[in-house]
C-alpha cells in the first residue's frame, strides 16, 4: 500500500547493523535488508548481484554496504554498485519512518 509494510522498529535495528525481512513478509522478489547507518536506515534487495551472499551480514561505513563474502560494495541510498567483484547494481527500496515503526514501500 502506499503508506508501506510494517517490518521493524527502530530499536530492532542497532546503529551499524542490519536486519534481514523474508521476502514473504514483505512481498518482494527478494529478501529485503534493512540498514541503519548512523541513524540514517536504508532498504536494499539483500541478495548480493555477485555471489549471492546476505548484505545484511555485511559491513556498513559511511553511506555503504560492504558484503560480507568478497568485499563488493554498494551504496545504500540507492543499491549502485561501488566496487568489484560485483558489476550489477542491486534494488533499492523507500522507507517510511513514522515514530519508532520503518515501513517498507516496495520498488
Ligand atoms: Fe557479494 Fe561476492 S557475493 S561480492
Redesign the pocket.
Known amino acids: 500500500t502506499e503508506d508501506g509494510i510494517l517490518v521493524a522498529q527502530t530499536d530492532d535495528i542497532p546503529d551499524g547493523e542490519a536486519i534481514k525481512i523474508d521476502a514473504s513478509v514483505t512481498g518482494t522478489v527478494d529478501d529485503i535488508a534493512i540498514f541503519n547507518d548512523d541513524g540514517e536506515f536504508f532498504a536494499l534487495d539483500d541478495t ?6 546476505s ?1 545484511s551480514e ?1 559491513y556498513i561505513e559511511d553511506g555503504v554496504i560492504e ?6 560494495k554498494f551504496c545504500l541510498r540507492n543499491g549502485d554498485v561501488l566496487s ?3 558489476t550489477d547494481n542491486v534494488a533499492c527500496h523507500r522507507l517510511i519512518l513514522d515514530g519508532t515503526d520503518i515501513r517498507l514501500v516496495p520498488n
Open positions: 548480493c548481484s555477485h555471489e549471492k551472499a548484505l555485511g558484503c560480507p563474502l568478497h568485499a563488493g568489484m567483484p560485483a
